[in-house]
């Protein structure tokens, strides 16, 4: 779902209906006995250049999901596996210092090819699952997490087809039996997109017999590719009515009106969970999606400071939030603004005409909060090498919240 140097392009909204979350009390999947009622916190994680899986702060995390592996020959595959298979291997070790860590491995990404094939026959989906039994049980792993961009739509121009629907249902039951055969049990998750479109695409309350949890993509709302300002992880569900007589209003409306949108709002994570739930999916095997990059635009003029506006174009397609903690919190140049309705923070500087949509610890922390309070499954991020390395760090924020 997600690739370090590629652009993810989507995702959209969550909101909770009226039942409060159920406090102090264990809750058994119909699958794996997986769930509970604590916030799960579930990092995407790309090893790092400089590998030092000792100092990963696995203490704080419920779950580290490896990535990636590929489809490969029909089969789930490192690209490179003397070089991924240790680090992999060191990663598991780490279960030492938080032995309730769960250690997943995730296959896909954005532009990763070979799904619709891999899932087109019983006896194409046969071979894959039985190479992904053998990864697991190579690597010792907990589970893994489906990260196919997407069925039924192509992205990136991968191959999509119609057949694609179904064939992930099957995958998707194909793959629990496969991983209720293990001793102990497994976890299973795919990436899904934070936009109505993709839930036309696939069989969502099937999937879910299957899934312990979809981790709902509720970044790149505005994608690495538009030229109009906006937030790109908001949580909250800014109306259209928000934002009427800016740009962005005027392109949402575009899109709307030739079927490119199915909604007419813009995207948010609440928007998104609200969506699910009226589809029918358990609150309890929603996780929603915190970004740790940020988009910076350029050319973008001064009006309601930069936000929702025509820009000159991408400045910076995505940005490391430890570079933007690094060289734009500390330059007086960049403000820092809050968008009460999104509740999600920008900046803006006039001198350069810059805008950066992103993630910081307050937002972080809020949709962890909204996760406990709307009782959903919890939060997860791409990708944990994007974090600070110092203390108040965005991982920081979130285990805080999860545990006041």
Known sequence: MKSTYLSFIFLLTLILSCSAPIENEQ???????????????????????????G?????KLTHIIYSFTNVIDGEMKFRNEDSAGPKLEALV?????????????????????????????????TKFIKSASEFIAKYNLDGMDMDWEYPGISGAGTMARPEDTKNFTALMKGLREMLDQFETPKILTFASAGWKRYYDFIEVNEVMKYADY???????????????TGHHTPLGDVKKGDIEGTPFQVHLDSLYQNGGNLDPDPRSAEKIVDFLIQEGVDPKQIV?????????????????????????????????????????EPDGKFKRYWDEKAKSPYMYNAEDSLFVS?????????????????????????????DTKEAGSLLDAIYKAAND
């Open 27 to 53: 809750e058994t999947s119909q699958n794996t006995g997986i769930l509970t009622s604590d916030p799960v916190i579930m990092a995407y994680y790309v090893a790092e250049r400089d590998y030092q899986p």
């Open 55 to 59: 100092k990963i702060p696995v203490e």
């Open 93 to 125: 070790k780490q279960k030492e210092r938080n032995p309730d860590l769960k250690v997943m491995i995730a296959c896909g990404g954005w532009g990763a090819d070979g799904f619709s094939d891999m899932a087109l026959t019983e006896e194409s989906r």
């Open 214 to 228: 979809t981790n709902v993509m509720t970044y790149d709302q505005v994608s690495g590719v538009s030229i109009y």
């Open 288 to 328: 929603i999606g915190s970004a740790f990059y940020g988009r910076v635009w350029k050319g973008v003029p001064p009006a309601n400071n930069g936000l929702y506006q025509l820009s000159g174009g991408l400045h910076i397609g995505w940005m490391a939030y430890h570079q933007i903690r690094d060289n734009y």
């Open 358 to 386: 992103y993630d910081d610890t307050v937002s972080v922390a809020l949709k962890t909060e909204y996760t406990m309070k709307k009782g959903l499954g919890g939060i997860m991020f791409w990708e944990l090498g994007n």
